[in-house]
C-alpha cells in the first residue's frame, strides 16, 4: 500500500499526508483536533459529521490508525459505563508534529471552530466524559507510523 520508492521515512510521511488528504479523513482530523479534550469517541465524531455512517467514521478512523495519524484510547473492561462509549480516538504525536512543521490543522483555528458548534445535552455529557490515560508510547506513534 506503499508508492514506489517511498520507502523510508519520508515515504511513510506521504504515506500519512496521503492519508489525511481524503476530505472525510480532514474532517474527523479536524474535529479530533478541536475536541475539548483531544479525544472524540466515535458517538462525538457522528455528531459532528452527521452526513457519515457510524460505520464510515470507524473505517476512516481504522485507516488513520493503520497509518499512524491517530491512536485509539480505550476504557478497561471493568471501568466501562453501560450506554456510554469506551473507544476515543486521538492524535499520535508524531501525526501533530508533522501536521505542525506543514501548517496542517491548527490547534487554536481548529479548537475556535469546534466550540461554535450548537450542542445538544448528550453532545456535552459525551465531552465532559473522563478519558483513558494515553500510553506514551501509543501517544508518540511510533508503533503505528512506519517507514516500510
Given at each position: 500500500?506503499?508508492?514506489?520508492?517511498?520507502?523510508?521515512?519520508?515515504?511513510?510521511?506521504?504515506?500519512?499526508?496521503?492519508?489525511?488528504?481524503?476530505?472525510?479523513?480532514?474532517?474527523?482530523?479536524?474535529?479530533?483536533?478541536?475536541?475539548?479534550?483531544?479525544?472524540?469517541?466515535?458517538?462525538?465524531?457522528?455528531?459532528?459529521?452527521?452526513s457519515l455512517e457510524k460505520d464510515t467514521i470507524r473505517g476512516h478512523l481504522a485507516v488513520l490508525k493503520e497509518v499512524g495519524v491517530v491512536?485509539?484510547?480505550?476504557i478497561p473492561a471493568g471501568e466501562r459505563t453501560r450506554g456510554y462509549p469506551y473507544k476515543f480516538y486521538q492524535l499520535t504525536q508524531r501525526?501533530?508534529?508533522?501536521?505542525?512543521?506543514?501548517?496542517?490543522?491548527?490547534?487554536?483555528?481548529?479548537?475556535?471552530?469546534?466550540?461554535?458548534?450548537?450542542?445538544?445535552?448528550?453532545?456535552?455529557?459525551?465531552?465532559?466524559?473522563?478519558?483513558?490515560?494515553?500510553?506514551?508510547?501509543?501517544?508518540?506513534?511510533?508503533?503505528?507510523?512506519?517507514?516500510?
Amino acid at each position: 500500500m506503499h508508492p514506489p520508492g517511498h520507502q523510508n521515512e519520508s515515504g511513510g510521511r506521504w504515506h500519512l499526508l496521503q492519508a489525511v488528504t481524503v476530505t472525510s479523513r480532514a474532517n474527523i482530523i479536524a474535529d479530533i483536533v478541536g475536541h475539548p479534550q483531544g479525544a472524540p469517541s466515535v458517538d462525538e465524531l457522528d455528531k459532528t459529521n452527521p452526513s457519515l455512517e457510524k460505520d464510515t467514521i470507524r473505517g476512516h478512523l481504522a485507516v488513520l490508525k493503520e497509518v499512524g495519524v491517530v491512536s485509539e484510547l480505550t476504557i478497561p473492561a471493568g471501568e466501562r459505563t453501560r450506554g456510554y462509549p469506551y473507544k476515543f480516538y486521538q492524535l499520535t504525536q508524531r501525526a501533530r508534529d508533522l501536521f505542525d512543521e506543514n501548517d496542517l490543522f491548527p490547534e487554536d483555528a481548529w479548537q475556535r471552530q469546534y466550540e461554535r458548534l450548537t450542542k445538544d445535552a448528550r453532545m456535552r455529557e459525551l465531552e465532559e466524559m473522563p478519558r483513558p490515560t494515553p500510553d506514551p508510547k501509543t501517544r508518540d506513534g511510533s508503533d503505528e507510523l512506519t517507514a516500510d
